[in-house]
């Protein structure tokens, strides 16, 4: 499940980025709808943010472009809560009934906390979208029951604490907040800093349902971009990022232990 | 009132905690230590002990004598610049420094548009042996020198911040990313009435010592209550501390100095209640407040005072009609920094020139006969800012 903002670096090249993601075998697709205000994004994601925004990046553009999207893979918004609120004439609903009618399937919200979350939850469920929640290290407890029974589609499970972006190794707090979660009936998708097919094939050995990639995908786009490289020769590379991608989870699908038979 | 910031710290609709994930333990932890500390016995008296002897505490309240006869009104000052440090800033660095202690964290980071807070932070970590951060945007970096130098004499790394506008925005920026990462050993001792709940009702309740304070020594000296009591808002925390004391008497009008920059109508200034033509409020750096338009650039020619929101509180004190909120442009402020050299003797910083200036305007106007004015600050840092304005070279 690769994560890219939307309109990074322009409108035309995104565009072209997201099919390519597409063609190496997403199973979902994140779009970021860029906002300036991003809190605890990594400078990876920050950069893309500024790249988008300067190519003229809105919330009404960010509609139009999921529309001129040419992909047959559900498509997921994530975005900070205040675009959310500010959209339209009624805040919150305005953006989803939008949302949903571009053909966005769901929304993660890294801001809004599960308690803030009603308007958004109502909105969701009349336009028949999905809510996913993220769930950090540090989540635990009432907290963990709470964003349990208000999540929907899949959860989005935070590898490890600090801002986003690509690490060498991964973490260990995955095996833990997989277990955490082992108890909830709800697909587990892990992200951050997961950046090679290796990493995905232990994430999901793990017993993650699926992986998350935003940092180690957008490296390449700001790369093709400082070195002039062509939307072709970048949308190649990131084409074929999502392919060992997903090499890597189906890998380690077939590394998990068979559940024993009793 | 109904603003004073409930569990959620929700402040009549505003407020609240818009943060990722990752940060709601730490910051419900942080709640938790606050909560309870604050009805300790052990850590009043700790807090108290430390803000009267090292901090110098009680502030006086200083009758103005020639402003008072040249705008025909009584004008008062709290003496807050005379904390030491030169502002308000280390009363809430001190209580903020004393709970992270409390709470096991081995390091501080700020935020710091004027270096005022930095400087605070400085000299609590400096004091109670913790090592101390401070994010700083370039641009203020430049223009409050002074206190990057005190900063780094008593051993604090002061870092600056190139992102963006590169301003105290920024610096909040850095610092959130900085706690992201580092939560569990380092405590984010925001400088301000602003962020996610806690920080808001926590700051409030720290700098309520000024309004506490003011209140029985105006009583004494002047024998009633201010008609008026004003302050600048850049965050909020000096207004609110000193608007704390006063809230509840209905007689008292509270006042908010806001920086306008080159004028409300410019494009260019950092006063979103007193210029802001939204009607919701946003979602910004971890609270839902007001923020000034998109289109507007956020500008003031004090660094404190320049940032593009509010503290919530604030928000909901203008939106219950409890205080009122006016803009002072850059020239008002200077033009007021100037007058208290001269009439008193006293070197303002520029973030409280910007409270004087609206004395001086409501006094003229005749609004009211007793002013009280937090003079959260000196204006030691300012004097290059000044030596350019006024050719003191
Ligand atoms: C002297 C002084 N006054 C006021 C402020 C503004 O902060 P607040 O609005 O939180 O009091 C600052 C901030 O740096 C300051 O240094």
């Not at chain 2, 002897?53 to 009680?58: A, K, N, S």
């Not at chain 2, 709290?78 to 005379?82: C, S």
């Given at each position: 499940m690769p994560y890219l903002a939307a309109g990074d670096p322009d409108f035309e090249s995104s565009l072209e980025y997201v099919e390519a993601l597409a063609a190496g075998g997403a199973d979902v697709i994140e779009l970021g709808l860029p906002f300036s205000e991003p809190i605890a994004e990594g400078p990876t994601i920050q950069q893309a943010v500024v790249r988008s925004l300067e190519g003229g990046m809105t919330p009404e553009r960010f509609f139009e472009f999921v529309a001129a999207l040419d992909v047959d893979v559900p498509l997921v918004c994530m975005t900070y809560y205040n675009l959310i609120y500010q959209y339209?004439?009624?805040?919150v609903r305005s953006f989803v009934e939008r949302a949903a009618e571009v053909g966005i399937e769901g929304v993660v919200v890294p801001d809004l906390p599960a308690e803030e979350a009603d308007l958004l939850r109502e909105a969701c469920d009349e336009f028949g979208l999905d809510l996913i929640f993220i769930v950090a290290p540090t989540t635990a407890g009432d907290r963990l029951d709470r964003i349990m029974e208000r999540v929907s589609g899949y959860v989005y499970v935070q590898a490890r604490l600090g801002v986003t972006g690509a690490r060498e190794s991964l973490s260990d707090h995955t095996e833990e907040t997989l277990a955490r979660l082992e108890e909830y009936d709800v697909p587990k998708a892990v992200g951050f800093g997961i950046s090679t097919g290796e990493h995905a094939a232990s994430v999901v050995e793990a017993g993650a349902d699926g992986v998350i990639v935003g940092s180690a995908l957008i490296e390449i786009i700001a790369e093709g971009h400082e070195t002039d490289d062509s939307t072709a020769a970048v949308a190649e590379r990131i084409e074929s990022l999502a392919r060992e991608l997903k090499a890597g989870a189906i890998e380690g699908g077939q590394r998990r232990p068979r559940p024993e038979r009793t | 009132m109904s603003t004073d910031g409930d569990d959620e710290g929700e402040f009549d609709g505003f407020g609240g905690r818009y943060v990722p994930e990752p940060l709601e333990a730490p910051l419900e932890e942080l709640a938790e230590t606050f909560d309870s500390e604050i009805d300790s016995e052990a850590f009043r008296e700790e807090l108290d002990g430390l803000l009267e002897?090292?901090?110098?505490?009680?502030t006086p309240v200083f009758y103005a004598e020639t402003l008072s006869e040249r705008y025909d009104a009584d004008v008062y000052f709290?003496?807050?610049?005379?904390l030491h440090g030169g502002a308000h800033k280390l009363n809430n660095t001190l209580g903020q420094g004393l709970l992270a202690k409390r709470a096991g964290k081995e390091r501080l980071i700020a935020e710091t548009g004027a270096g005022q807070h930095g400087t605070a932070t400085a000299m609590v970590g400096a004091l109670l042996d913790l090592p101390v951060t401070v994010y700083m945007g370039t641009k203020d970096v430049d223009r409050q020198e002074m206190n990057v130098f005190r900063m780094r004499l008593m051993g604090a790394e002061v870092e600056p911040v190139t992102r963006g506008n590169a301003g105290l925005a920024e610096a909040v920026d850095a610092a959130l990313e900085d706690y992201a990462e580092n939560f569990e050993d380092t405590h984010?001792?925001?400088?301000?009435?602003?962020?996610?709940?806690?920080f808001p009702r926590m700051v409030r309740e720290f700098q309520s010592v000024i309004g506490r304070e003011a209140r029985e020594q105006i009583l004494e000296l002047h024998g009633d209550l201010p008609d008026a009591c004003v302050a600048c808002v850049g965050g909020g925390s000096n207004a609110i501390g000193l608007f704390s004391g006063f809230?509840?008497?209905?007689?008292v009008a509270l006042y908010g100095a806001e920086p306008a920059g080159k004028g409300l109508d410019s494009g260019e200034h950092s006063a979103p209640l007193s210029a802001s033509k939204q009607e919701n409020p946003q979602i910004f750096q971890g609270m839902k407040t007001k923020v000034i338009d998109e289109e507007t650039t956020n500008h003031s020619v004090s660094a404190g005072l320049d940032y593009p929101a509010v503290g919530p509180e604030h928000a909901a004190l203008q939106s219950l009609g409890r205080a009122e909120y006016h803009g002072i442009t850059d020239e008002e402020a200077l033009a007021a920094f100037r007058e208290l050299s001269e009439a008193e003797g006293i070197i303002p910083a520029l973030e409280p020139s910007h409270a004087i200036a609206l004395a001086i305007k409501l006094a003229e106007e005749d609004r009211h006969d007793t002013i009280l004015i937090n003079?959260?600050?000196?204006?030691d840092k300012d004097m290059q800012t000044a030596a350019e304005k006024f050719d003191l070279r």
């Open positions: 339209g004439d009624e805040p | 002897h090292f901090g110098g505490r009680p709290k003496h807050e610049d005379l984010y001792l925001v400088g301000s009435a602003v962020g996610p709940d806690p809230v509840d008497d209905e007689d003079l959260c600050g000196r204006g």
